[in-house]
């Protein structure tokens, strides 16, 4: 089960905005609205930051959003901030002919 | 305070056996629930998922056959049975609560090496 292809890395200069980006497949990303994104610092549990494409749990920071076009889904970040640098993890369900979830194979993002 | 602790991780030989255990607290634990690893310097791989009562259970393809999810709703914990590990089960195993996985625990170290 291959994983949904994200960009190995990004930056960004405090302040500034962001995109990271999630791509899979029409049975995947495309085909459900079920993708969601986390954030991970070294050592750490992920953290879910987006829900069900653009959804924010409580207690998130609203410089964080997620949209979908198409077969590939993003986390846009904005006025970045120092402790935003991490490892981001896409989510999504996976129709097949069984019941499964995949992960995105990470991006670390620097804050320059 | 919401919170899953997991344990039982440790040093086992391919080809050998482990029992993961994790104790949930804090919420309601009639959910569906879930384990994920994440292998030493890689990503987050999806494992294994059981519904509320424990009658419906789903697996990667790379560990059918070899681990069984359980859970024991009484005690409020979930469980992870993992059979003839091989080398690349090596990971630190989370369990999360689906299907957001919006809570997670700290992980619990399995080593698979002779």
């Known amino acids: 089960q291959s994983a949904l292809t994200q960009p190995a890395s990004v930056s960004g200069s405090p302040g500034q905005s962001i995109t990271i980006s999630c791509t899979g497949t029409s049975s995947d990303v495309g085909g459900y609205n079920y993708v969601s994104w986390y954030q991970q610092h070294p050592g750490k549990a992920p953290k879910l930051l987006i829900n069900?494409?653009?959804k924010r749990p409580s207690g998130v920071s609203n410089r964080f959003s997620g949209s979908k076009s198409g077969n590939t889904a993003s986390l846009t970040i904005s006025g970045l901030q120092a402790e935003d640098e991490a490892d981001y993890y896409c989510s999504s369900y996976r129709g097949s002919s069984t019941f499964n979830w995949v992960f995105g194979g990470g991006t670390k993002l620097t804050v320059l | 305070e919401v919170q899953l602790v997991e344990s039982g991780g440790g040093l086992v030989q391919p080809g050998g056996s482990l029992r993961l255990s994790c104790a949930a607290s804090?919420?309601?634990?009639?959910?569906?629930m879930s384990w994920v690893r994440q292998a030493p310097g890689k990503g987050l791989e999806w494992v294994a998922n059981i519904k509320q009562d424990g009658s419906e259970r789903y697996y990667v393809d790379s560990v059918k056959g070899r681990f069984t999810i359980s859970r024991d709703n009484a005690k409020n914990s979930l469980y992870l049975q993992m059979n003839s590990l091989r080398v690349e089960d090596t990971a630190v195993y989370y369990c999360?609560?689906?299907?957001?996985?919006?809570?997670w625990g700290r992980g619990t170290l399995v080593t698979v090496s002779s």
């Open positions: 999360a609560r689906f299907k957001h996985f919006d809570v």
């Open positions: 804090g919420f309601t634990f009639s959910t569906w």
């Open positions: 069900d494409v653009s």
